[in-house]
């Protein structure tokens, strides 16, 4: 079940890092060559990649981390109704419902 709170933030900073990397490698393999415009671009473009996923995967990671933490502590007095799992609360067109962030199930 921790697999679940988990999956997204990771998913997102490791395809995040990984593709940033291979951006990084390809332009300083073209820098050698005649692309060298296209390199200095690949590179920006890497580097914001590189930033981007840390910032954004890593603070996912770590509000997930803190939620975890304070569940754990009993401190969220709600819990999911199947599992007992940490919920995150969301509000759309048909009204304010929680989903569980363990066991993904939708609730009123
Ligand atoms: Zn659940």
């Given at each position: 079940?921790?697999?679940?709170?988990?999956?997204?933030?990771?998913?997102?900073?490791?395809?995040?890092?990984?593709?940033?990397?291979?951006?990084?490698?390809?332009?300083?393999?073209?820098?050698?060559?005649?692309?060298?415009?296209?390199?200095?671009?690949?590179?920006l473009v890497g580097i914001l990649l590189?930033?981007?996923?840390?910032?954004?995967?890593?603070?996912?990671?770590?509000?997930?981390?803190?939620?975890?933490?304070?569940?754990?502590?009993?401190?969220?007095?709600?819990?999911?109704?199947?599992?007992?799992?940490?919920?995150?609360?969301?509000?759309?067109?048909?009204?304010?419902?929680?989903?569980?962030?363990?066991?993904n199930t939708r609730q009123r």
């Open positions: 079940m921790l697999f679940r709170l988990f999956a997204m933030p990771l998913v997102l900073f490791i395809v995040g890092q990984g593709s940033a990397w291979f951006l990084l490698g390809w332009a300083s393999k073209a820098e050698k060559t005649v692309l060298l415009d296209l390199a200095i671009a690949t590179r590189v930033m981007m996923s840390l910032i954004i995967g890593g603070g996912w990671l770590l509000s997930r981390l803190y939620k975890l933490h304070l569940w754990r502590a009993g401190r969220l007095k709600d819990g999911c109704f199947y599992c007992n799992g940490l919920l995150s609360h969301h509000d759309d067109d048909e009204g304010f419902y929680s989903k569980c962030l363990m066991c």
